[in-house]
Nanobody, 125 residues
Framework: QVQVAESGGGSVQAGGSLRLSCAAS????????IGWFRQGPGKEREGVAA????????VYADSVKGRFTISRDNAKNTVYLQMNSLKPEEAGMYYC??????????????????WGQGTQVSVSS
């Protein structure tokens, strides 16, 4: 059974850092995107960053470029999201998700077919 699971959420002050982890298991596809998405209270889920397991190409939302870094450890089937200089408006539930294969739009939620349960990130001002 294919599944992804997030960990690493928590509470930080504005300007602080957190590292999220996404562990994938049961996957038969050799290459695919793992994406990170966030959903704040009353907001739509939005793409934050994504990485292609095949060649490591990364994609970021403009709002996080220069502050967030997505990386992978293929041996552990784990993707990380390092978040620095966090802002209060970036608080919410963070989800990781996986595509079937390559996607031309890796920050779109409808490109992903398997989702984790999410991990909560709180940022106080």
């Amino acid at each position: 059974q294919v599944q992804v699971a997030e960990s690493g959420g928590g509470s930080v002050q504005a300007g602080g850092s957190l590292r999220l982890s996404c562990a994938a298991s049961g996957y038969t596809a050799s290459n695919y995107f793992i994406g990170w998405f966030r959903q704040g209270p009353g907001k739509e889920r939005e793409g934050v960053a994504a990485i292609y397991t095949g060649d490591g190409v990364t994609v970021y939302a403009d709002s996080v470029k220069g502050r967030f870094t997505i990386s992978r450890d293929n041996a552990k089937n784990t993707v990380y999201l390092q978040m620095n200089s966090l802002k209060p408006e970036e608080a919410g539930m963070y989800y990781c998700a996986a595509t079937y294969g390559y996607s031309g739009f890796p920050l779109r939620t409808n490109e992903y077919f398997i989702w984790g349960q999410g991990t909560q990130v709180s940022v106080s001002s």
